[in-house]
């Protein structure tokens, strides 16, 4: 005796429900039968930035119909997440912009397509690319995990005017660096003198670390392969680190409060990318400089020198990866055009100054960008010849494929900044600290050591 | 007539079944199945054919270095929490429950904070919290003199937390104040009446009377919200990231599977969670509701 | 009128505490909306603006002109509507079996209703998501970007306290109205929709718009299930909005405002069964 009214209402809620999921239904799985869809994505998500990678998709689809490009902006602090559920979904993108610390443990969890990426770069040319550029992606067996594209150097801009009257060394020197924090430190002005990566969910903390760390000749692992985080290289360069925030401003900071506080003039000095120079110059929409002439004023020191005198840089990579089981061979096809003439400048003009080529017949028409022109020419030179000066943990000599894939995963798991602000708010000593970061790494290498069969 | 009750009852039920059954309870169970094995990026499209681990995920979470104090920070946070909440209702109740011109729209306004979205609410209060002047406490603080420089309210150990602690008595406190309010004016008037009579004092009628008869509420709202507190997520990670102390098992969780990659090791720290509450509320229910 | 605690001596007190708690309650949401209509100098500056100068609509032309904000609104409106409708109907079916038919299982199904809520989000999503991937591949169905898939997932969320709910309401309409109406001859199917249902509009009102509102702020499987910036829904795009490399809080306010200003009107208009139903489920996050 069951009413068929209940049943039609039962029908019509089932068809109402499909037709809501059909309807709305994702991404065209009808088209990707009629043409191949290459996805790529891209951390570069500000709108004008989307629309020039659109630009460069159309130039690239008018000459390949059979290829549909989809750009999709994604925002960076999420980009971990993202790659983890689409992997799960079998969604991979075919391309995703990276950077080059997170190839090594994707190349050890097998979803890189390392013969799609050698097939670009053999293709344009292995000699066409800076010579660093292609060391930092080969594989032991000699092809290319994944394609640079472009990258930056990280340096302490400086307010040179203040540094200057107050009769202050450049502050390459740790000392140096200390002398100018406790010269700075509310006077002249200025509320801080430095701001430190104190954010533990955010990575900028550990980027600067690393130079820290790399200029007092401390790696995560030592010339043996053994697990170094509680070396007394690395305690003093915690040390240095951590008691540099009397000078620096509260709170959890990464780059974007450590930028904002540079440029409106409330610290003195500022560790940050390349990324700057055109905020230094008023060139970037958003927030200006509230200090006139500030790039006029701001001094530029790429390296840092540790306490034993060595001598170090800092830059990043930023890479495409292509990844397994997508359509490899459009993909291949995308980047190939992506690295190539005219489409290639306008993509690194977006911001020239944060995208050094890392093509050879690129430079001299990137350099021709009116930024440029505002800066003083070994400022410039420094930035072109990043590559060959930039150093990072993961390409020192002794790391190998399971150590540079734990240095993935510590930079993932944030370890350093949760260290460092574990130690700010006084929960540990620096040395707890440095054993704490111990005992996480020498946990990770077991993992990925294990995983090598 | 019974029988074909029972089959209109099914076919009713049906759509409610089958959703919360696919969507919640087996999923629960296929939680626990990647909870024995070995999951990662590399394999995560074929789960099936994922390594069986027994229990070592397990074993490496409550081992890890992040995991006792996660489980202290979860204890702290939701008790307090629940306790600010609870309380901060009965007083807001114990106000309402007086009659005055604007009442209605008093508690109206009251609800807002409960009604808003999450994400709304945990932004308006990260920009009054702005660990700059432009943060308003901070400036109100600094022009009262009762600070030296502004204060990153969201960013120091043991601040946080304390901050997130008051932001959920100020977010859920109107439902506290709902249920209790209820109760209130379910009281029983002749008792006041009689026990002013005796000569009982304002603060001893409220001791006598009031409270025990809100006991079973107050208890109630207690256990409900604190199993709510115990499995947020969306609150602490939109507020701190889980940093500065807020870390708590929910957060973990989210850490293990999509910082690490360790799908396995999230899970068992969710299953840990639930056996947890769930433990604790078998000895609630028994002991203080005496159900 | 009696009143429960008499506090006239304090007086005073009372009303100082009543006023400081509604202002507590009520100033983050006057700094958000004003916030919103700051310029830049006003919101940033040293000192903190407690009135604009003038409404500055500014964030919002930004929001909906550069942002795309308006697409987000409606993915939402949408997501959240159909929930509403989907659960209420489901639920309101369930509900009624459970008040008033007996069968096998009943007493099982009011239990499940509530052990659900032992399970966080974040337990469920990740197999939730692996499982919905498999089916989906089975079935040719994109599973991430797939708003249908997404209300899926929140009728799961909702449809268990949305039964309940509803099945303390149905119990309290008189059986005898129903009874009566059956041996007059009415179908079950008519009594459900000619009596039942017109007597438990609060409750199905207040479901509805409870619904809604979960619909409307959901973020953690918003946030694990969408990826592409046109999908987002609201709470997604606001958090998108807020990591842009230049905060723009006053952005971030407006956004904020939009996506609040509706649903506090929602929850006033339908003030009285709202309040009615929260007090009967028992649940909300």
């Known amino acids: 005796m069951i009413s068929r009214r209940v049943i039609r209402i039962l029908l019509c809620a089932a068809v109402a429900l499909i037709g809501t999921v059909t309807v709305f239904g994702g991404p065209a799985q009808e088209t990707a039968k009629k043409k191949t869809v290459v996805e790529l994505w891209t951390t570069d998500n500000e709108e004008y930035r989307v629309v020039a990678y659109e630009k460069v998709a159309d130039n690239f689809m008018a000459k390949n119909p059979d290829v549909e490009v989809r750009i999709v902006p994604i925002d960076e602090a999420s980009t971990s997440q993202r790659i983890a559920t689409a992997r799960g979904a079998n969604r991979l993108p075919e391309i995703a912009r990276i950077g080059v610390e997170r190839v090594a443990p994707f190349l050890a969890d097998g979803i890189l397509d390392v013969e799609a990426s050698t097939k670009v770069i053999k293709g344009l040319g292995e000699a066409t690319f800076h010579k660093g550029v292609l060391d930092l992606v080969r594989t032991p067996e000699g092809g290319y995990s994944a394609v640079p594209y472009d990258g930056w150097i990280q340096a302490l801009w400086y307010r040179a005017d203040a540094f200057k009257k107050l009769g202050l060394a450049a502050p390459v020197k740790w000392s140096d660096i200390q002398k100018a924090g406790q010269a700075l430190q509310g006077k002249e002005g200025f509320l801080y003198a430095l701001t430190l990566g104190t954010d533990p969910s955010q990575n900028y903390g550990c980027q600067v670390f690393e130079q820290v760390a790399m200029s007092n000749g401390a790696y995560p692992f030592d010339k043996n392969k053994k697990v170094a985080m509680n070396s007394v290289a690395m305690v003093e360069a915690l040390e240095f680190y951590i008691g540099l925030q009397k000078y620096a401003a509260p709170g959890p900071n990464y780059w974007k409060q450590a930028r904002e506080f540079y440029i409106t003039g409330q610290s003195a000095t500022l560790w940050y990318s390349t990324y700057v120079m055109d905020d230094l110059v008023g060139l970037q929409k958003g927030i200006e400089p509230t200090i006139k002439e500030l790039g006029n004023l701001t001094g530029f020191a790429p390296s840092m020198v540790g306490s034993k005198g060595d001598s170090a840089t800092y830059g990043q990579l930023v890479v495409m990866g292509i990844f397994k089981k997508t359509d490899v061979d459009a993909a291949a096809r995308l980047l190939s055009y992506m690295l190539e003439g005219q489409d290639y400048i306008d993509i690194l003009f977006l911001s020239p100054n944060g995208k050094i080529p890392v093509r050879t017949n690129a430079v001299d028409a990137w350099a021709k960008h009116d930024i440029f022109k505002k800066y003083p020419k070994d400022v410039i030179d420094t930035v072109v010849n990043g590559y060959n000066t930039m150093q990072r943990w993961a390409f020192a000599p002794q790391m190998g494929s399971a150590e540079r894939a734990v240095i993935g995963d510590m930079e993932g798991r944030l370890l350093v900044p949760q260290a460092v602000s574990n130690v700010i708010e006084g929960k540990m000593t620096v040395q707890q600290a440095a054993d704490w970061l111990q005992t996480r790494v020498e946990e990770l290498y077991a993992t990925r050591s294990a995983e090598k069969k | ?291 | 009128m009696v009143n429960g605690v008499r506090l006239r001596p304090g007086r005073v007190l009372f009303w100082l505490v009543l006023i400081a708690l509604l202002f507590s309650a009520a100033f983050p949401f006057y700094w958000m909306i004003s916030s919103s209509m700051k310029n830049l100098m006003e919101l940033s500056g040293r000192d903190p603006v407690f009135f604009p100068s003038r409404i500055h609509l500014d964030a919002y032309r930004l929001l909906f002109r550069e942002l795309g904000f308006g697409r987000n609104l409606a993915n939402t409106a949408v997501v959240a509507a159909t929930t509403a409708l989907l659960a209420v109907l489901f639920a309101s079916l369930g509900a009624y079996a459970v008040a008033r038919l007996r069968f096998r299982g009943r007493n099982l199904l009011l239990n499940l209703v509530l052990m659900v809520y032992l399970f966080p989000g974040v337990l469920l999503v990740i197999p939730l998501f692996a499982m919905l991937v498999r089916i989906g591949g089975a079935l040719s169905i994109e599973v991430q970007d797939n708003l249908g898939v997404l209300i899926l997932t929140y009728l799961a969320q909702t449809l268990p306290v949305a039964l309940y709910m509803l099945a303390g309401y149905f119990r309290t309409v008189p059986e005898e109205i129903e009874q009566a109406a059956l041996i007059d001859g009415c179908s079950r199917r008519q009594v459900i929709t000619r009596i039942t249902f017109p007597l438990s509009v609060p409750a199905m009102v207040s479901v509805t718009v409870y619904t809604f509102m979960i619909g409307w702020n959901e973020f953690l499987y918003a946030f694990i299930f969408l990826n592409r910036r046109e999908n987002f829904t609201l709470p997604i795009k606001l958090l998108s909005i807020s990591e842009q490399l230049n905060t723009r809080w006053d952005v971030v306010m407006a956004a904020s405002t939009v996506m609040t200003v509706p649903i506090v009107v929602l929850y006033l208009v339908f003030q009285r069964f709202l309040e009615k139903g929260l007090v009967a489920g028992g649940v909300k996050a």
């Open chain 2, 1 to 291: 007539m019974a029988q074909s009750e029972e089959r209109l009852a099914y076919l009713l039920v049906a759509p409610t079944f089958l959703i919360v059954v696919g969507l919640v309870v087996f999923p629960a169970f296929f939680n626990v199945w990647i909870s024995t094995h070995r999951i990662g990026l590399d394999n995560l499209n074929e789960v099936f054919r994922a390594p069986f681990v027994g229990l070592d995920n397990y074993g490496r979470a409550v081992r890890d270095y992040a995991f006792l104090d996660a489980l202290k920070t979860t204890l702290l946070y939701s008790f307090s929490a629940t306790a600010v909440t609870t309380l901060a209702g009965l007083a807001v109740g114990l106000l309402l429950n007086n009659s005055f011109r604007g009442r209605g729209a008093a508690r109206a306004l009251f609800l807002i904070p409960y009604v808003a979205p999450l994400i709304s609410v945990a932004y308006v209060w990260k920009w009054l919290l702005d660990p700059t002047v432009r943060g308003v406490l901070n400036w109100i603080l600094l022009r009262l003199g009762l600070i030296a420089q502004p204060v990153s309210w969201l960013g120091t150990g043991g601040l946080a937390l304390s901050i997130v602690i008051l932001f959920e008595g100020w977010r859920y406190c109107p439902f506290a104040m709902l249920m209790i309010l209820a109760q209130l004016q379910a009281i029983d008037t002749t008792l006041y009446e009689a026990a002013a009579v005796d000569g009982a004092s304002a603060p001893r009628r409220f001791w006598s009377i009031t409270l025990p008869e809100l006991r079973v509420v107050l208890g109630t709202v207690f256990l409900i919200r604190l199993m709510w507190t115990f499995n947020k997520f969306d609150d602490i990670f939109l507020l701190t990231g889980g940093g500065f102390g807020t870390r708590v098992l929910p957060i973990l969780t989210y850490e293990f599977s999509f910082r690490l990659f360790d799908f396995g090791e999230g899970s068992a720290t969710a299953m840990i969670l639930v056996l947890i509450l769930s433990g604790f509320m078998v000895v609630y229910i028994r002991k203080v509701l005496r159900w």
